[in-house]
């Protein structure tokens, strides 16, 4: 660290580019995951800009489709119709017959004749799938082994199985070849290379497309060749494949789905199918009706499974497949110095221009790279460059601002961390609105609280409640900053913000509303993060009024806050706080309901005298904005629920139930069964002829 302070304080931008550089390339050498995410997302641009390709005409999927489960049935099927699908292809003419799929269960009414039918053939190629990971297992019961050259201790490199799920010995004994169906996911889940060659004791066992192509081509013609670091080939008739070390090939994807010919097991079992389509083909058998077997590819992000499989036959039988040797990662390294030194010159002579000139710089890169990668299927990380270019070219512009502002305006320290970047910047140009005095302003005041927190704070290890609660009110925090608000204080596991002030905005309510539909509409994302971590589920409460306050800073010079006083503020609070009575999210009072119009639908939920306060206040829950009310539904049920509400206001709670219960048939509403339970207490225990339908809260 000291070095690269003495090298920017000496150099100055240059300095700093070359700084940054070393950052980077370290990080390429590196190579962290999250980074190494981003470089994959841009190898499926690189797939997407290169569009697609025309694939060998010897491949045909037969997909058991949703045509084909409609007609016979779900997956997976009886032998018997397997069998037939078998002797359905071999009359067609199929060459080669391979199922991704593995038949490790008996299913013994059907096994002789699925049995028989393989035979028969003579071409069908059957899968396995080894378990990865742990204590590799000394030998298992494959067939047949893939050949090796091995010079030196090659194979070691390779996966090592730790156990296997094969085919039932009566389906693989007479199997003309068997593969292995596993793929390696990428850490984001995608399909992206396939190991061609796992080792378990000293048998190597072929992936399916492996064998598949091996059976096509006429039996005993692969050879995986090991040696030393780079040296890795797998020779399949007259092509070599570039693969890597560990045994894993870099599919070069074709395009998307459909891309490949396909026929439906359907037309083939009913002999509705082209003989072309067959004739002389390999033939992959897989599912591929949707939510059965899919996996993101480049080009889709559900694609069926057997799709993987076509698209790394297609790179054996037509001797290609993406080029990524391990030298490239330190040369890579190398070439970001380089850059960052070009940078760092460009931006030192001329600025702005300079800038520019670095960004032409790599984009001359990736438009290099792009060909390399449609011409010659050759990998390149766009992302590490393109950190480089970026952070070097902001940090050298803005290097002579960061070292002539390094203290910013004590407003913009003060009121950064409860406002937006735009307001706390209006508020260092115009600190007269942050005097230290109170001034009267219509304010819509918001809180929110999470239910139960005590009893969640007992379930969770300090460490993670603080986690849980940075999460929930970052992201609350962020929807008040998107529309315009204060964040008054974080009150323990609540939020407290208001809109009209200090900035001026006549929509303040319907501001309030939005963030209050944005943070119950964050809610479910977050929860679901949460319970993946076994953490309990959360549900929070909003309550929202609108009115007169006094707001300003309240303190002293040395000391102070600037917050919001009124009774407004307080029944926001206690409005926040009745929604678990009624089961709903969001409440507004009377007055906040007013002022946001039609644009809006709720639903009169109750009249409450609210603890603490003599007069009653009218209580809305807030469902919607009109535009989003799908069919109009959300307002069909707030006008039934308030021909409801006032049959009770009326005393006639028979009716009341009735009304509530036709509501209640269009999908669970906790309000609606609060109601109804408080109209039968009412049944059964009349109330007094004073009477006036108002519900008094017994707690805040």
Not at 52 to 74: K, M, W
Not at 182 to 193: L, Q, S, V, W, Y
Not at 298 to 303: E, I, N, S, Y
């Amino acid at each position: 660290m000291a070095f690269l302070r003495r090298l920017v304080e000496r150099l100055g931008v240059l300095g700093i580019c070359v700084a940054l550089g070393l950052a980077v390339a370290t990080l390429r050498l590196a190579t962290p995951w999250p980074l190494e995410l981003l470089d994959l997302k841009a190898l499926d641009l690189r797939f997407q800009l290169r569009g697609t390709r025309a694939p060998t005409n010897a491949i045909t999927i037969v997909g058991i489709d949703e045509r084909s489960l409609a007609r016979y049935g779900r997956w997976p099927w009886p032998r018997s119709r397997l069998a037939d699908l078998v002797d359905r292809l071999t009359a067609y003419g199929a060459k080669t017959i391979a199922f991704d799929a593995v038949f490790d269960q008996a299913d013994a009414p059907n096994d002789a004749r699925f049995a028989a039918a393989i035979r028969a053939s003579g071409r069908v190629v059957l899968g396995e799938f080894f378990e990865l990971g742990g204590e590799p297992i000394d030998t298992w019961p494959v067939f047949p082994e893939l050949a090796v050259r091995d010079r030196g201790g090659g194979t070691k490199r390779l996966q090592a199985a730790t156990g296997i799920h094969g085919s039932i010995p009566m389906l693989a004994n007479p199997a003309a070849d068997v593969g292995f169906v596993n793929f390696i996911p990428d850490r984001d889940g995608g399909a992206r290379r396939m190991s061609l060659a796992i080792r378990g004791g000293d048998a190597i066992a072929p992936a399916l497309s492996v064998a598949a192509v091996r059976h096509w081509l006429g039996g005993d013609t692969a050879l995986l060749t090991m040696g030393g670091p780079g040296q890795t080939r797998l020779v399949i008739g007259d092509h070599e494949l570039p693969i890597e070390d560990s045994g894993d090939l870099r599919i070069d994807f074709l395009g998307p789905q459909g891309t490949m010919l396909t026929v439906s097991a359907l037309d083939v079992l009913e002999g509705r199918a082209s003989r072309p389509e067959l004739d002389g083909k390999l033939v992959l058998i897989a599912t591929t009706a949707i939510g059965l077997d899919s996996r993101a590819t480049p080009f889709d992000g559900a694609a069926p499974g057997v799709e993987v499989h076509a698209n790394a036959v297609d790179n054996l039988l037509q001797g290609r497949g993406l080029v990524r040797p391990a030298w490239f990662v330190p040369a890579e390294a190398a070439g970001i110095l380089l850059l960052a030194i070009a940078t760092g010159v460009l931006i030192k002579w001329r600025a702005f221009g300079g800038a520019l000139g670095a960004l032409a710089l790599y984009a001359t890169y990736a438009s290099a790279s792009q060909l390399a990668f449609a011409f010659y299927g050759t990998v390149t990380s766009l992302v590490y460059p393109l950190i480089l270019v970026v952070t070097a070219t902001i940090a050298g512009l803005g290097y002579q601002y960061a070292t002539e502002a390094r203290q910013r305006k004590w407003v913009r320290t003060a009121f950064e961390h409860y406002v937006g970047g735009e307001v706390a910047d209006l508020l260092a140009r115009e600190p007269e609105r942050l005097g230290l005095h109170g001034e009267k302003r219509e304010l819509s005041i918001l809180f929110t609280d999470i239910r139960g927190f005590s009893t969640l704070s007992e379930k969770l290890a300090p460490e993670d409640l603080a986690e849980l609660l940075t999460e929930h009110l970052g992201s609350q925090t962020s929807i008040v900053f998107e529309h315009k608000g204060f964040l008054d204080k974080y009150i323990g596991d609540a939020v407290m913000a208001f809109w009209g002030a200090p900035l001026d905005v006549p929509d303040h309510a319907r501001r309030a509303c939005l963030t209050a539909l944005d943070i119950v509409a964050a809610m479910p994302g977050l929860r679901a993060r949460w319970t993946a971590r076994g953490w309990p589920e959360i549900y929070i409460g909003v309550g929202i009024d609108t009115g007169d306050a006094v707001v300003g800073n309240f303190g002293s010079a040395q000391r102070f806050s600037y917050t919001a006083i009124s009774d407004h503020v307080n029944l926001a609070s206690r409005l926040e706080g009745l929604n678990p009575v009624y089961g709903t999210k969001i409440l507004v009072s009377e007055n906040t309901r007013a002022a946001i119009g039609d644009e809006f639908v709720c639903r009169e939920i109750d009249c409450v005298r609210v603890k603490g306060k003599t007069q009653p206040v009218t209580v809305y829950e807030l469902l919607c904005r009109r535009t989003e009310d799908a069919g109009g539904r959300a307002a069909q049920m707030a006008g039934a629920f308030s021909q409801a509400f006032m049959a009770y206001r009326q005393r006639r709670f028979d009716v009341a139930i009735g009304l509530l219960e036709a509501v209640q048939q269009n999908g669970a509403d906790p309000a609606v069964l609060k109601f109804i339970d408080r109209c039968r207490a009412l049944i059964a225990t009349p109330p007094p002829p004073d009477w006036d339908g108002v519900h008094t809260a017994l707690t805040k």
